[in-house]
């Protein structure tokens, strides 16, 4: 039997690649361009706690690209403690597909993969990250909070599965993180798919996969009253989540693309908590609610905080999914979105503006930019000359009580600004109201002047803009 090659021998065989401007060099640097696991005796059979001491060496060798070969079948590779990486630097662990290179952890309360530290620009991809039954995390984020122009945090997952732990993948302080084609699978309805806790902002990027099984799928809940998060996701399929398939109770962007929903308790839930004076924008495109399964029949519910909900090209398909915003501040602006139940939009506050724009309902009404609801905020009595002012989305005054003891001269806001808006007056004196620009048109028609109301107590007039006017839609 020959004896094994040196370490020298193998550097004195040479290795040229194919094609013009290759240059040799030895071979043994040639295999080591990228790490197997199966290198150190990391391998399936091998006993957990020895794949844990094993793994730990290299990564503390400084190894960047570690590999975990599948071979011809699936490969369950144990670990007898978190797989923890803390100051390593732009490492990629992959392996042969998700569900053929499964990475499992110790179960009971530990983590499967931990990036802490400052652990910078981590790729994970092809394999399986379960959790073996843990109420712990599949993947858990807390590397250093970065500092300006640091890259610190910043992570890619891609092609990889979730399974088996009471949280797919938390991200307490990571501030770039981008999964791309990463399933995230629950069990019973319990948990949260992918929980954003980070105490700072936070950039993360959902794109394609699934998030089932969860009680909640997407969470971002802080709690510093400090942090908001930018949460694009693209093309994501929901399923069976308990409560929710997105739960916020904090000011965060979301942009969802081609996002399809079946199952789940209610589409999008913002809880109650939301600290005063932030809010959340859901920009949704492409919308499908299939199913959703919560008694109260809200696919989306808004309890707290203010919001903008836009909704472009959406399907909501059963006669059960219906829009709640019963808070004080936020708009709903619907355009080219089919709804079956014909009353989508229900218990909403008296200032919610809402606007839909060639929208089409389940009783094949069309809904076209002509409905506007603006309802404005709760009365506002008036001694005096006032000024109409509607530059500010929520709180801005709509409807006025009059009760002067001389004559109410009113300034209206430019007809031209304020295309489809509505003002309402009522007086409860018997003297008169006028605008001080003749920019009134009556309610029988005819030129603009300046009267509003008569000189009689209970009067009232409802006024809309056309662009140029404030015409008097109705009155007594």
Known sequence: MSASPTSNQARAVNFLQSGTGAVARPAQDKMRDIISAADYGIAPATAAATNSTKLAQLIANGARGIYFPAGFAQSTYNFGSAISLSVINGAVLFGDGENRTILKGPGGSANTLELTGNTTSINVKNLTLDGNGT??????????????????????????????????????????????????????GAGKGLWVTSPQSVNILVKGGIIRDWDRGVQNIATDGTSEADVP??????????????????????????????????VIEVGTGVPSGKGSLF??????????????TYAIEVAAGSITLLLNGCIFYAANQKVHM?????????????????????????????????????????????????????????????????????????????????????????????????????TIAAFT???????????????AGTAILAATAGKWARMKSDGTNWIIMEAN
């Open 135 to 188: 109420t712990g995390t599949a993947l858990l984020l807390q590397s250093t909070v970065p500092a300006s122009g640091s890259d610190n945090g910043k992570h890619r997952f891609e092609s990889i599965y979730l399974i088996g732990a009471a949280t797919g993948s938390r991200v307490d302080t990571a501030s770039e993180v981008s999964y791309d084609n990463v399933s995230f699978f629950g069990t019973s």
């Open 233 to 266: 996701l693209e093309g994501v399929t929901f399923h069976g989540n308990t409560t929710a398939d997105i739960y916020t109770n904090y000011g965060s962007n979301w942009k969802i693309r081609g996002m399809f929903t079946e199952g789940s308790g209610r």
């Open 283 to 296: 920009d949704i495109m492409g919308l499908r609610v299939n199913t959703i399964t919560n008694a109260d």
């Open 326 to 426: 019963p808070l004080a501040a936020g708009r709903i602006i619907s355009r080219g979105c089919f709804y079956t139940d014909t009353l989508p939009f229900v218990g909403l506050h008296a200032t919610i503006y809402v606007e839909h724009n060639g929208d089409i309902r389940g009783d094949g009404a069309i809904i076209t930019d002509n409905y506007r609801r603006w309802s404005g905020i709760t009365p506002t009595n008036k001694t005096a000359d006032f000024v109409v002012d509607l530059s500010f989305q929520y709180t801005s005054g709509t409807h006025f009580i009059c009760n002067g003891s001389a004559t109410i001269n009113v300034t209206m806001p430019s007809a031209a600004n304020f295309d489809g808006r509505e003002v309402c007056i009522k």
């Open 433 to 447: 109201v006028v605008s001080v620009a003749s920019d009134v048109v009556p309610l029988a028609g005819g030129g």
